[in-house]
């Protein structure tokens, strides 16, 4: 037979090693891995020139904005940055405009996505006004839902724990997760409002009003309302040792519950914030150095699941206001989560197989990706290729993405995204899109009810 395309000279994390390989792929699947001598003849032969492939990247939390915020980000835009970043497949929030939160929300969206993507992408919905629309929206094909505890988005009474059970019974029967932004509303609301009578406006006021207990609460009352209904629990950008530690408990009690940590909240401190300013607010904010290190032993450990960008992009006057509280809170992520993660694998923190772990394996394992996240014969074809050793600094003004702003401005970084392949299609070629709109794929959940 005549494959679509072979890449050899490659080395290939496979098998939980790395490995001197080519591989061969046909219709958007991986079809052989092996020595080159072993390949099919091919249509296209890539020499990759020993540079190093994984399977290709999972972002499980991203805004890709568009609609009514596409002026922020779009869907091609987003996934221009996906491509560039080396993400194969991201899971889209539904914190838009309109809030994704209905049959029809969902699919207006996905229908303006298929236009437009360049990568697979997946969505999640907020929960409804009328729990029955629970089951049209997985229909629909959402992969799960989101509940943002900061703050009152999307149908459910964030005041009654009575509503969220039904809510999460409701979708641990049919078989999705939901993803959960844990910061308790009222004490964060009650800190803020403290914080603006005293005319306090400033970063340090910020810390304070998202102290670690508002995080530590909002996990607690979540984790108590998961143990009374059996849902699949996903926790956000977890930020605090405490936080980590009330969900490492719930694993070990049984429970069915994962979470994520963010590059942002393992490179940058509560000082950096200081110094760097409106740049770097997100929510939950950076921490201090004792969370920020038990950040890293859980991942280490294994009790942080994953790690995902939050890519959050805004226009940069959003970010220029000169109250705290006026400042629109989120950093764009997908073009510099890669390679700052490859500079820690240069500097030994962390391993290859950290990374494949941490962004393949677990997303494609616990969210259910079929054929996704190993390279794997018979697998779907997402490649991310890397050049291990290339150093370069963080210019936020060549990202992709419409957000033209980091706080890792002009830091160095040694390893970078060379090409992306999606289903088999080259995406990304030396920074450089090479896939045309429409070419990703909308990943819907298989056995929709």
Known sequence: MIADSVLVNAKAYFKQDIVDCSIAIDEGKILKIGKEVNMPKADVQTDLKGQLVLPGLIDVHVHLRDEGKSRKEDFYSGTAAAAAGGFTTVMDMPNNEPVTMSPRTLHDRMEIAERKVLVNVGFRSEFPNNLKDIGPIIKEGALGFKLFMA??????????????????????????????????????KHAEDA?????????????????????????????????????????????????????????????????????HNLLLSSDDLRKIGMLCLTMPPVRDKPNIKALWDGLQRGSVDMIASDHAPRMLKEKEAESVWDVKVGIPGLETTLPLLLTEVNRGRLTIGNVVRLMDEKPAEIFKLKGKGLLKEGNDADLTVVDLYRKHKI??????SKAKYSPFDGREVEGMPTQTYVNGQLAMDAGEITAKPGSGRIVRRENAV
């Open 151 to 188: 703050e009152q988005i999307g149908g459910l009474d964030l005041g009654s724990d009575d509503a969220i059970t039904d809510a999460f019974k409701m979708v641990a029967r049919l078989g999705v997760s939901v993803a959960v932004h844990a910061e308790d509303r009222e004490t964060l």
């Open 195 to 263: 914080f603006k009578k005293e005319r306090r406006n400033d970063v340090a006021a910020f810390l304070k009003a998202h102290s670690e207990i508002v995080e530590l609460k909002s996990v607690q009352r979540v984790l108590n309302i998961v143990r009374n209904s059996g849902v699949q629990l996903h926790f956000c950008h977890v930020t605090t040792k405490e936080g980590l530690e009330a969900i490492v408990e719930g694993k070990k009690s049984g429970m069915t519950v994962s979470c994520e940590t963010t590059p």
């Open 395 to 400: 210019d936020s003004s060549r990202f992709l």
